[in-house]
Antibody
Framework: EVQLVESGGGLVQPGGSLRLSCVAS????????MSWVRQAPGKGLEWVAN????????YYVDSVKGRFTISRDNAKNSLYLQMNSLRAEDTAVYYC?????????WGQGALVTVSS | DIQMTQSPSTLSASVGDRVTISCRAS??????LAWYQQKPGQAPKLLIY???SLESGVPSRFSGSGSGTEFTLTISSLQPDDFATYYC??????????FGQGTKVEIK
């Protein structure tokens, strides 16, 4: 059974940093692109970033470029999102998803709240 | 960047109704389109990929059609479990994803 489990969410002050993790199981992690998608409270879905199997290609939505860094550790079946210089508008549930050009499998989400 | 426009934003319907949701891409995306269903507090669930391929385990009352810039999600006979929000998403290769703004299907 494919599982994606996010962790690392929480409350952080504006300008602060947070690192999200997503541990994958039930499939060969190193064979798939992976994405992060977020959803602000009461709003729609917004793709944030994705990363190729070996990390050689990475893409970001414009609003997080220069502040967020996506990475992966295939030996640990893990995906990461390092979030720096956080803003109130980054408040959202962050999902990791297995990326086949679409998201067949998603995690349960991690809530990130940016507030003073 | 490719923009996705969904319509309507909200749809009121009754059990048994045929429901159609539209999604328009700002440029040709061939059939690189997916549809998701999301219920409150849950992650999105894939319904349709490559515009018209039904995801395994999804009821056959869901269908997708279209290519190029115009796409449609149809629910042939709305069931109580189908009241949710639906999103389209383009994936023109492994380039960044773009979602439509969502269509909330409400009970009439």
């Amino acid at each position: 059974e494919v599982q994606l489990v996010e962790s690392g969410g929480g409350l952080v002050q504006p300008g602060g940093s947070l690192r999200l993790s997503c541990v994958a199981s039930g499939f060969t992690f190193s064979s798939y692109w992976m994405s992060w998608v977020r959803q602000a409270p009461g709003k729609g879905l917004e793709w944030v970033a994705n990363i190729k199997q070996d990390g050689s290609e990475i893409y970001y939505v414009d609003s997080v470029k220069g502040r967020f860094t996506i990475s992966r550790d295939n030996a640990k079946n893990s995906l990461y999102l390092q979030m720096n210089s956080l803003r109130a508008e980054d408040t959202a549930v962050y999902y990791c998803a297995r990326d086949s050009g679409y998201g067949r499998y998603w995690g349960q989400g991690a809530l990130v709240t940016v507030s003073s | 960047d490719i923009q996705m426009t969904q319509s309507p934003s909200t749809l009121s319907a009754s059990v048994g109704d045929r429901v159609t949701i539209s999604c328009r891409a700002s440029q040709n995306i061939s059939t690189w389109l997916a549809w998701y269903q999301q219920k409150p507090g849950q992650a999105p669930k894939l319904l349709i990929y490559k515009a018209s391929s039904l995801e395994s385990g999804v009821p056959s009352r869901f269908s997708g059609s279209g290519s190029g810039t115009e796409f449609t999600l149809t629910i042939s006979s709305l069931q109580p479990d189908d009241f949710a929000t639906y999103y389209c998403q383009q994936n023109n290769g492994y380039s960044p994803w773009t979602f439509g703004q969502g269509t909330k299907v409400e009970i009439k």
